[in-house]
């Protein structure tokens, strides 16, 4: 799943052994591709930035049939055909707008997210994809469409191919009944089973399941079932994520901070058993809570892992932008639908990210990968103090055996993800931002 891309910024994962870290992301979300260049955008729209040679594209739709009880995402309960039909017209003209401002660049991915995109009606469905497909002259180098299994069916699979999406996206989050009760899924076992054999069946192209781990009393057994019942399917990417109770939740309002709180422990063993059943059955662990196959890691998501830039569009979507002094800058789209519609300008909301910030930000998104980050990303735009507390901070998580140093790059120890919400604190501090 997408994420950042709705939040404008990486949102802190929780380390699956470290209970005072703050929630993680229920989905894991997406966009450019780390192989393209950045945009540049002038300070006004007046001034055109220079032709770029790729960029990564993400396009909200906010609909869900119902909030499931852990989500803290941006959705809304479906409107009637009308409004639906203005804001995918609105979408796409949009989308037009901004890719013309930056040059048209050829898009490398895309990713269309939510919310459930495959529950617009048929026709419309069919024009947002059409229409996408049109503005980025594809065929991309990837495109992904997220699907709830309930909207699984042999005429979905034929329309996404044919309008050119490469990958799906599927939330399963669980085939055990009373944990997908628990989490107040819409879906049934049977409807998850019948969509993932579809799929695995008919589908030509890559295709990832989510997972929610870590769920309250889940057991270990239940975990493992989880992931060997998804490997089995023959998917290509697998995403593990750890459940958290976000603010405003009705799982938040119904069991309660504390409850959670006290089920930390458990839970990190679950995550850890699981993790551990994924990377022996093939599934190389890529990313902190993301696992594919060799050739199935998501470009996309790649993208917001190494802190490239993007265009998102839609109600609540965030674009990130490089400026020509090496600033970065988010527009963000209103999160009402109605004063979405009512948008006059080409971007969003504007918002300046400071390069102190921005340091801290690559940090938290290349910390997560198997990659990591080198030092020079750590200690960016830092005057030579702080620097310095960087590099004695890194000095002490290898010592801990949370990091490891090969020449100019740093990467994390599975010990170290573990915890990775309370380093990359001790990161901020270092640096300034606490």
């Known amino acids: 799943m997408s994420c950042w891309a709705t939040t404008g910024r990486p949102r802190s994962i929780r380390a699956i052994s470290d209970p005072c870290l703050a929630p993680t992301c229920a989905n894991a979300f997406s966009c450019a591709t780390g192989r393209c260049s950045v945009l540049v955008f002038p300070p006004t729209e007046a001034a055109r930035p220079a032709a770029l040679s790729g960029t990564a594209v993400y396009v909200h739709v906010p609909w869900c ?17 009308e409004v639906l039909r203005s804001v995918v017209e609105k979408t796409l003209v949009l989308l037009g707008t901004r890719l013309r401002a930056c040059g048209n660049p050829p898009v490398a991915t895309v990713y269309v997210g939510g919310g459930t995109p495959t529950l617009l009606p048929v026709e419309l469905l069919r024009r947002l994809l059409g229409g996408i497909a049109a503005t980025t002259r594809a065929p991309v180098k990837e495109w992904t469409v997220e699907t709830n299994p309930e909207n699984v069916d042999q005429a979905m699979l034929e329309l996404l191919a044919a309008c050119g999406v490469t990958r799906l996206s ?8 009373r944990l997908l009760r628990l989490l107040g899924r819409r879906s049934g076992i049977d409807a998850i089973e019948a969509a993932v054999s579809m799929i695995a069946g008919c589908w030509g192209g890559r295709w ?15 975990a493992v ?47 850890r058993v699981a993790a551990r059943v994924l990377q022996g059955r093939g599934y190389g662990r890529y990313e902190i809570s993301n696992y594919a196959r060799p050739g199935g890691e998501c470009e996309h998501n790649l993208g917001y892992w190494t802190a490239c830039d993007y265009i998102g569009v839609g109600p609540g979507a965030v674009s990130a932008v490089t400026q ?99 380093r990359l604190r001790e990161l901020s501090a270092a640096i300034g931002l606490s």
């Open 65 to 81: 049939r119902a909030r499931c009880d852990y989500c803290g995402f941006l959705s809304h309960a479906l409107d009637d055909s």
């Open 170 to 177: 599927v939330g399963v989050q669980s085939f055990q009944p």
């Open 208 to 222: 990832s399941v989510d997972l929610i781990g870590g769920i309250l009393d889940q057991s270990v057994l239940e």
């Open 225 to 271: 079932d989880d992931v060997e019942r998804a490997c089995g399917l023959g998917t290509h990417h697998i995403s593990l994520y750890d459940l958290s109770v976000e603010p405003d939740t009705a799982l938040e309002r119904r069991i309660g901070r504390r409850a959670f709180a006290v089920c930390a422990n458990r839970a990190a063993e679950v995550m």
């Open 324 to 422: 020509r002094d090496g600033s970065l800058v988010r527009y963000s789209d209103a999160a009402d639908v109605g004063r979405f519609l009512a948008t006059r300008t080409a971007w969003g909301r504007r918002e300046r990210v400071g390069r102190t910030a921005r340091t801290l930000e690559r940090a938290m998104l290349g910390l997560r990968t198997a990659v990591g980050v080198t030092r020079t990303e750590l200690c960016w735009g830092l005057e030579a103090g702080r620097q310095a507390a960087v590099r004695r901070l890194l000095s002490s998580w290898v010592e801990y055996g949370d990091a490891v140093c090969s020449g100019e790059r740093v990467r994390m120890t599975p010990q170290g993800w573990d915890r990775l919400n309370c």
